[in-house]
């Protein structure tokens, strides 16, 4: 992986050199053999429907945009709900 591919971040644009498919990092993932592959989401819409995404190897994919939509606010997502413990039932 070169250095261009390992800045790539989620909310860039992006296009795959083998087919053309160009659009939005949606999720980076790396592989335990040291494989890393890039979601890719396209931005238009067919019937008003968005298109389905699909997922390439970082090596063959080239920065297009940096931030063309913009990425999560923290690495670890959003708020979440506490869990609640319940207490134990009585015994009888």
Not at 45 to 66: S, W, Y
């Amino acid at each position: 992986m070169n250095k261009e591919q390992s800045q790539i971040k989620l909310g860039d644009r992006v296009k795959d050199t083998v087919t053309g498919f160009v659009g939005i990092v949606t999720c980076i993932s790396d592989w335990l053999n040291g494989c890393r592959r890039l979601t890719i989401q396209p931005e238009e819409t067919r019937d008003g429907r968005p298109l389905d995404a699909f997922t390439f190897d970082a090596e063959q994919i080239k920065l297009v945009k940096v931030g063309a939509v913009p990425g999560p606010e923290s690495e670890h997502g959003g708020p979440s709900i506490p869990p609640v413990q319940r207490k134990d039932p009585p015994r009888l």
